[in-house]
């Protein structure tokens, strides 16, 4: 079955700290990848995905097959990046359905 | 820029009651979903439609049920609204042929 584990619920660092959220994913197939971010009071909204070889508001992510991995990177925090993250895998279906993992709260200090 | 617009932002219902959370969008996807966000559970799916009256179940589809009656509306029934309904329901829409999902504000249920 295709699962999402992001393993930490929070995780608090200061503004100017290195960032990574993990993202482990069981697939046996090739995978699609996906972050989706929540800031507060707003709607879910695509981050990036894994194929765009993207860097969105200094995020990046690299796909690490091997280790079935894709985790959410920033070299330096922003207080504006405290929000809730959500990795997300293509679900193997033949419909454009996602498994999102249970999300990742981010919280920046000052 | 792709609008998803949910009928309410907060309800409260009572036990029993029929619940009906409605979701439109206005960019001619072909794709619908409703989910229920949870703490600690993420997001799961209830069930999606991929078509005028096309339905799927997801993975959490008991004591709900949906209909798609014109292709920018998809709507998700409670047909006795229990307690454990309780939570925050999020609809998104996405082309037939994207993974990428665009959703709506998300309306928080509370069922009382």
């Known amino acids: 079955a295709q699962r999402v584990t992001q393993p930490e619920k929070l995780l608090s660092v200061f503004k100017g700290a290195p960032v990574e959220l993990k993202c482990n994913y069981s697939y046996s197939g090739s995978p699609e990848l996906f972050w989706y971010v929540q800031y507060s009071r707003q709607r879910l909204q695509l981050l990036l995905r894994?194929?765009s070889r993207e860097s969105i508001k200094g995020f990046t992510a690299d796909l690490n097959k091997g280790e079935t991995s894709f985790h959410l990177k920033k070299p330096f925090a922003q207080e504006e990046d405290s929000a809730m993250y959500y990795c997300?895998?293509?679900?193997?279906?033949?419909?454009?359905?996602?498994?999102f993992g249970t999300g990742t709260r981010l919280l920046v200090s000052p | 820029d792709v609008k998803v617009t949910q009928s309410s932002r907060y309800l409260v219902k009572r036990t029993g009651e029929k619940v009906f959370l409605e979701c439109v969008q206005d960019m001619d996807h072909e794709n619908m979903f409703w989910y229920r966000q949870d703490p600690g559970l993420g997001l799961r799916l209830i069930y999606f439609s991929y078509d005028v009256k096309m339905k799927e179940k997801g993975d959490i589809p008991e004591g709900y049920s949906v209909s798609r009656e014109k292709k920018e509306r998809f709507s998700l029934i409670l047909e006795s609204a229990s307690t454990n309904q309780t939570s925050m329901y999020l609809c998104?829409?996405?082309?037939?042929?994207?993974?990428?999902?665009?959703f709506g504000p998300g309306t928080r249920l509370t069922v009382t």
């Open positions: 997300a895998l293509r679900a193997d279906t033949g419909f454009q359905k996602l498994v």
């Open positions: 998104a829409s996405g082309r037939q042929k994207s993974y990428e999902q665009y």
């Open positions: 894994h194929i």
